[in-house]
């Protein structure tokens, strides 16, 4: 069997090549007559998705959060040496996700799933957001890479919980303002966010820079790609790894492999169609049920 965790980063380039075709199909029609047929349906979202409800990506030009962009703070390293200043970035990400709510392509992409489940079909969403929007939205099939910003995981127990609190913690009420001249809160280490159970400082539970994806989840993910019949790419960039690699390996199988997305991207000509423009404008007609 086809098998993601036998490629690896420095051989996927020339994978990618050796899968490259001609210039991808903006044919709405073919996709859906594909989509028709489809009984197990993969979803791939990265920020791009959630950016179009207005969630910061932290990226390029205007990707900053006071003077550092996410990779500066977003690291265990960074976590160690100023556990305040990591908390109030992520203190911030948790209280701007308040005001913030699923747009069309998330609620397309929920409808889909249940409309395919009363068929006996299959969709699920592997994403790379961490911000609960698909949940929000109504998908149940939800396979997270990177973890979710509303949970938290014990530095001392490891004890793993949901947590909704705003503010997380009294310490951080009106803190994490993203202007370059706010100065860090320097809360200290046992006002920060702590476990209920031993108290522990708390992390966010997600995947930082520099850390591997948890097994599990990735197992999860590959044996749905290994399954699929049709993949969607929706809003991602296709330079995070591992999953840059998952489309395009689908797609080396023959298996018809669907990108949405603002910009053409590095793996674009891998896949058999590509849809330039919002999600949100694109996946309501992709996914519309078809008359009987």
Not at 119 to 137: K, S, W
Not at 244 to 267: D, K, S, W
Request: overall charge neutral; charged content about 20%; proline content about 5%.
């Amino acid at each position: 069997m086809f098998s993601l965790r036998h490629i690896k980063r420095e051989s996927w380039f020339c994978f990618v090549r050796m899968a490259v075709q001609n210039r991808p199909s903006s044919d709405m029609a073919a996709f859906r007559a594909d989509f028709a047929m489809a009984q197990r349906v993969v979803v791939l979202t990265g920020a791009g998705v959630s950016a179009e409800s207005g969630v910061p990506t932290f990226r390029g030009a205007g990707g900053y959060w006071r003077r550092w962009q996410a990779q500066e703070l977003a690291s265990p390293q960074a976590f160690r040496e100023n556990p305040s200043r990591v908390w109030e970035f992520y203190h911030f990400r948790r209280e701007n996700m308040l005001s913030k709510q699923p747009n069309k392509a998330h609620v397309a992409i929920a409808d889909a799933e249940k409309r395919l489940k009363q068929q006996g079909r299959h969709l699920v969403v592997i994403t790379q957001n961490i911000d609960e929007l698909h949940y929000r939205a109504g998908s149940q099939n939800i396979i997270e890479l990177h973890g979710n910003l509303f949970t938290t995981r014990c530095t001392k127990c490891g004890d793993v919980a949901k947590n909704y609190k705003s503010p997380i913690c009294p310490a951080l009420a009106g803190k994490g303002a993203p202007h370059l001249d706010t100065a860090d809160a320097g809360i200290a280490v046992k006002d920060l966010p702590s476990c209920s159970s031993c108290g522990g400082l708390l992390r966010p539970h997600v995947v930082w820079f520099g850390e591997s994806l948890d097994s599990n989840v990735l197992l999860k993910a590959e044996e749905e790609l290994e399954e699929c019949d049709l993949c969607l790419v929706v809003g991602t960039s296709s330079v995070v790894y591992p999953a840059a690699m998952f489309a395009p390996c689908v797609a080396a199988r023959g298996i018809p492999v669907a990108e949405f997305n603002m910009e053409v991207t590095g793996a674009t000509n891998t896949f058999g169609y590509h849809f330039s423009g919002p999600a949100g404008e694109f996946l309501p007609k992709a996914f519309a049920a078809t008359d009987m």
